[in-house]
């Protein structure tokens, strides 16, 4: 597997409180992304990163924020949470290949919003 | 917008038989696209790729073609397994952005 963990795996949490997602990686990719996925909706790109403080809204960011203050680490931040929210979230990475963007994923998190 | 489709429907087929799987897309033909494999409970894991240009791609036992015509993209399972049961999801590139806009995946089921 590629050296992508995510933290926490799993959450439960009320509406209305903040969380945090991490995403680390070792392979000093510049790209990082954060995807949910839900049943029928498959994979949905939340948010994105090309490189340190440089992040970028994907389809889905209303009611998400993300930072990227070093190469390994991508935060993903619900400021208050929704029960729309509960979901899995996935981080990806890939490097600067110029071609073809290969995507390497970590395990996920399962957030449920109560 | 630019859409991709697979079909919603579990495919189940005997083991040893060709496992043939579709993703359309609407609009126009992207650069690059992908093909991946999730598991339950786990992250997609990245398979082949195919170009624009490219008609035909082969990797072991698998196999995706892309006609730009048909705006459809097929992956081939030859001899297949059981342990080749998973979802398989396509996904296409944005260019611009350098992020992948995914299907929904089609579940395989290979019975023994």
């Known amino acids: 597997d590629a050296g992508i963990t995510q933290s926490p795996r799993h959450k439960v949490t009320e509406t209305g409180t903040p969380v945090t997602l991490r995403c680390h990686q070792t392979?000093?990719?510049?790209?990082m992304y954060w995807y949910r996925q839900d049943p029928g909706h498959g994979l949905r790109l939340i948010h994105y990163s090309y490189g340190v403080k440089d992040t970028d809204k994907g389809e889905v960011s209303d009611g998400y924020s993300v930072s990227r203050s070093k190469t390994e680490d991508f935060l993903l931040t619900l400021e208050s949470a929704t029960s729309s929210q509960t979901s899995v979230y996935f981080c990806?990475?890939?490097?600067?290949?110029?071609?073809?963007?290969?995507?390497?994923f970590g395990p996920g998190t399962r957030l449920t919003v109560t | 917008s630019q859409k991709i489709e697979q079909n919603s429907e579990a495919l189940n087929i005997q083991e040893g038989k060709t496992a043939t799987l579709t993703c359309n897309y609407t609009n126009y033909s992207p650069a690059y696209l992908q093909w991946y494999r999730q598991d339950p409970g786990r992250g997609p894991v990245f398979l082949l790729l195919?170009?624009?240009?490219?008609k035909e791609k082969r990797k072991e036992r698998l196999k995706v073609t892309f006609d730009t015509t048909l705006k459809q993209s097929l992956f081939h399972i030859t001899a297949s397994q059981p342990a080749d049961s998973a979802t398989y999801l396509c996904?296409?590139?944005?260019?611009?952005?350098?992020?992948?806009?995914f299907g929904s995946g089609t579940r395989l089921q290979v019975q023994p």
């Open positions: 996904a296409f590139m944005d260019t611009g952005r350098r992020a992948l806009t």
């Open positions: 195919i170009r624009e240009n490219e």
């Open positions: 392979e000093n990719h510049r790209y």
């Open positions: 990806a990475i890939s490097g600067d290949t110029g071609a073809g963007n290969e995507q390497y």
